[in-house]
T-cell receptor, first 114, second 116 residues
Framework: DQQVKQNSPSLSVQEGRISILNCDYTNSMFDYFLWYKKYPAEGPTFLIS?????DKNEDGRFTVFLNKSAKHLSLHIVPSQPGDSAVYFCAAKHPNTGGFKTIFGAGTRLFVKA | EAGVTQFPSHSVIEKGQTVTLRCDPI?????LYWYRRVMGKEIKFLLH????????ESGMPNNRFLAERTGGTYSTLKVQPAELEDSGVYFCASSLRGGTSYNEQFFGPGTRLTVL
């Protein structure tokens, strides 16, 4: 059973526009959520995170929104740049695992067209 | 500062053979993790070491997989005997001490394993 779901395998956006990547989760006990970015032939790299006690976290062009009642989070990239083209993974942590075990979604491949 | 390194980058073996993957974490990182991504699906947790001790091995698929971390430095993941469904990309990650929810994990580039 997949606890973190990214239902869009890919997304294509024009340079300068907003990219919105979505993620749904099933376990209401998750207390921390993260987004990772992955380029080909490289490992995932941490991008931005949000605690379950918040509903928004912003870092430069990247903003993550959390809607706990809907068990949904989203990553907004504004403005999108060609270098943002990568696979984005949504991930979550459960307090019972001490914040160590990370549960990932299947990823969304973002294409930013120049 | 060197990141997490993994060896080999690619491995192609036949069903029934044995393969050993190696991971060198960032120096000073007590926590080491193994993950696997199969066929474009989600990245799945396999296990977590704290120094040389297995803290959580709930994600290990079966007893054909053996992970070790002798001396609390590098780690190896052995698959014996390999099956077709073991094909995928195996990622290693490491993080500093601490059990808070924010415990940033740094990933290696992965080992792509193909079992024919």
């Amino acid at each position: 059973d997949q606890q973190v779901k990214q239902n869009s395998p890919s997304l294509s956006v024009q340079e300068g526009r907003i990219s919105i990547l979505n993620c749904d989760y099933t376990n209401s006990m998750f207390d921390y959520f993260l987004w990772y970015k992955k380029y080909p032939a490289e490992g995932p790299t941490f991008l931005i995170s949000i605690s379950s006690i918040k509903d928004k976290n912003e870092d430069g062009r990247f903003t993550v929104f959390l809607n706990k009642s809907a068990k949904h989070l989203s990553l907004h990239i504004v403005p999108s740049q060609p270098g943002d083209s990568a696979v984005y993974f949504c991930a979550a942590k459960h307090p019972n695992t001490g914040g160590f075990k990370t549960i990932f979604g299947a990823g969304t491949r973002l294409f930013v067209k120049a | 500062e060197a990141g997490v390194t993994q060896f080999p980058s690619h491995s192609v073996i036949e069903k029934g053979q044995t393969v050993t993957l190696r991971c060198d974490p960032i120096s000073g990182h007590d926590n080491l993790y193994w993950y696997r991504r199969v066929m474009g699906k989600e990245i799945k947790f396999l296990l977590h070491f704290v120094k040389e001790s297995k803290q959580d091995e709930s994600g290990m698929p079966n007893n054909r997989f053996l992970a070790e971390r002798t001396g609390g430095t590098y780690s190896t993941l052995k698959v014996q005997p390999a099956e077709l469904e073991d094909s995928g990309v195996y990622f290693c990650a490491s993080s500093l001490r601490g059990g808070t929810s924010y415990n940033e994990q740094f990933f290696g580039p992965g080992t792509r394993l193909t079992v024919l």
